[in-house]
């Protein structure tokens, strides 16, 4: 049982992850045109998925893949960009989904839908000012004169984070429950004869 727990769960994450990196791809859009550089994307999806199927650490697992996966595909493994990418999904959803862990019924799958929001916003308003501002950095600009420059548009960052991550909230609300029935399964690929013998009454294990 446990070789194949372990097994399901790898073929999970590799399903999720490779998902999500498709969706960092494509689709892929600028919502405020004051802050180009943020762009609208749907790949913290599975990763949120995956946090609450799978586990707090596969769920940080694959934010980490999918941000360093799409840096390879795409040719941009710029650190500032790598480190972005990982700590927008990786810290909310660890919060999220040991918060769900923790007791997983309705209630507190939704609470922690709104604390995966809310926490990607409070990281992502410090990241992009603490690490975001290298990007305006030259010879011309220090790292102070940087901040100065991106201090204002720190409002569109949060109302984008908002959108993006109230996208994010709202298709797993949806998805998770079926998803959870078939691809993200504890019965996937578990033998049939296992499979009847373990059989049992359905509880709170995906209440959602």
């Not at 590799?14 to 762009?39: E, H």
């Not at 994010?168 to 079926?178: D, E, L, S």
């Not at 504890?186 to 033998?191: A, F, I, S, V, Y």
């Amino acid at each position: 049982m446990k070789s194949h727990d372990a097994i399901r769960r790898m073929v999970q994450a590799s399903l999720l992850t490779a998902l999500a990196v498709i969706l960092s791809v494509w689709p892929k859009f600028v919502i405020f045109p004051a802050t180009p550089w943020l762009k609208m994307e749907f790949s913290d999806i599975p990763v949120l998925l995956g946090g609450f199927a799978l586990g707090p650490v596969f769920g940080a697992a694959i934010a980490v893949l999918k941000a360093v996966l799409n840096g390879v595909f795409t040719g941009d493994m710029n650190p500032i960009s790598l480190s972005m990418n990982i700590l927008s999904t990786a810290i909310p959803t660890l919060v999220a989904s040991l918060l769900y862990r923790a007791k997983k019924t309705r209630m507190r799958a939704y609470i922690s839908l709104g604390v995966f929001l809310v926490t990607q916003i409070a990281v992502m308003v410090p990241v992009n000012y603490f690490i975001g501002s290298l990007y305006f950095v030259s010879e011309d600009v220090t790292y102070a004169a940087a901040q100065a420059k991106y201090a204002p548009l720190l409002g569109w960052v949060a109302l984008f984070n908002l959108i993006k991550g109230a996208a994010t909230v709202a298709a797993t609300a949806v998805i998770y429950k079926p998803l959870s029935r078939t691809v993200l399964s504890k019965e996937l690929l578990m033998p049939k004869r296992q499979k009847d013998e373990e059989e049992k009454p359905e509880h709170l294990d995906n209440p959602m």
